[in-house]
């Protein structure tokens, strides 16, 4: 391969066998250049008007261009904007990330005809001081195809008591393999149905006791001090009552979804993270004369388990103390021993679980600790 020097010498070279040419050292009366000669020539020729035209284009300004994407290197100067705010000093220019501006929460007004309903359910809501009844509970399990039955009784007074407490469904049909069909996305699917485990639950507005009849065991869970208080709404129970309108819009988007003389049917999906990490709809029936829930269906979380709470003989401000002068919020936890809460914090370190009889505000106790309610105290927690 010849090098740029060697190009060059030859170019000089057939220079000067052109200039010969040209100044007629070749004349008729001496032999024809031979064929080598000629083409040398020619080829010099076409050489010389390619030098011409390169030199040429040397000589004219060089346009830069940046490849799409790709930043001028320092010394190269290029307008300022928004997006291309400059170059750095001693190296390449960069583009800083935009940085999305943050989302405002928007929270969705109701119509007027679902915040009338709301402010109603407020308005009578302030008229019950204590509630009780009956209901019959369906919980739905879509992945394992199981239905769960259960009846039981519930008991609330102002301003965060209450009493919940179920057994299984008594119905002989359950027993002999009862299969009850339902749609799943829709498909319709046979659940097996289950008589549901008994449970009680009793909230004494600083704590919850959760009794296991059956292993005489129960579990104590603090109530934190941000939801004492009118916040009994994350209960068992949730929509038994009604909440303060302004409250309730702000942490559920409800929408009408029918109404007539005998119900009100509104449908609710949660605004707040502490809502959707319990459920993701729910479906209320009111009575428009009393705005008490006929019935509750809650879409729990998973997406897979549907809770459906039907509710009878309901009865507003009648004490619910029995003859021998016992109240639903006593435990009566004779014989019954404290079981571990699963989610209490560690020993030595500081939550917001507590064993019953503790003093409010304290530090938390492990479940061992002989601060449990003696058996057939009054409540709880004084």
Not at 237 to 263: H, Y
């Amino acid at each position: 391969m010849m090098t740029p020097r060697s190009v060059r010498r030859w170019l000089v070279a057939v220079s000067k066998a052109t200039r010969r040419v040209s100044e007629g050292i070749f004349t008729l009366d001496q032999p024809t250049p031979s064929l080598t000669l000629r083409v040398t020539v020619a080829c010099a020729a076409v050489a010389l008007t390619s030098l011409s035209a390169i030199a040429q284009t040397t000589k004219a300004p060089v346009k830069k261009t940046t490849p799409s994407g790709v930043q001028p290197v320092s010394g190269t100067s290029q307008p300022k904007s928004a997006n291309n705010p400059g170059t750095a000093s001693g190296g390449a220019a960069t583009q800083p990330r935009q940085r999305p501006a943050a989302e405002t929460l928007r929270i969705p007004e109701p119509s007027p005809e679902v915040l009338e309903i709301l402010r109603d359910w407020e308005a009578n809501t302030k008229k019950y001081h204590r509630l009780q009844g009956e209901f019959r509970k369906f919980k739905y399990d879509s992945t394992y195809l199981i239905e769960t039955r259960a009846i039981g009784e519930f008991y609330y007074e102002v301003p965060d008591k209450g009493a919940y407490q179920l057994k299984g469904d008594p119905d002989p049909k359950i027993a002999k393999g009862l299969i009850n069909k339902k749609p799943v996305n829709g498909r319709e699917e046979e659940f097996k149905v289950e008589a549901a485990q008994a449970e009680r639950w009793i909230c004494t507005g600083k704590e919850i006791l959760q009794i296991n009849d059956s292993r005489k065991e129960y579990v104590a869970t603090f109530v934190p001090k941000e939801y004492q208080g009118e916040d009994i709404m994350r209960g068992p129970l949730p929509f038994l009552l009604g909440m303060k309108a302004d409250i309730a819009k702000r942490r559920w988007e409800f929408r009408l979804l029918k109404r007539t003389e005998a119900e009100i049917w509104l449908s609710a999906r949660p605004l707040q993270q502490t809502d959707a990490a319990e459920y993701r709809m729910a479906t209320i029936i009111l009575d428009p004369k009393r705005f008490l829930p006929t019935a509750v269906r809650l879409f729990h979380s998973d997406g897979n388990t549907e809770t459906v709470h039907l509710f009878a003989n309901v009865k507003e401000n009648k004490s619910a103390t029995n003859w021998l002068g016992q109240s639903p919020l006593e435990p009566r936890l004779k014989g019954y021993k404290m079981a571990q809460n699963p989610e209490a914090p560690a020993t030595g370190s500081t939550g917001n679980k507590t064993a019953p009889g503790a003093a409010s505000g304290g530090n938390a106790t492990t479940p061992q600790k002989s601060t449990a309610t003696k058996p057939g105290s009054k409540t709880a927690t004084k």
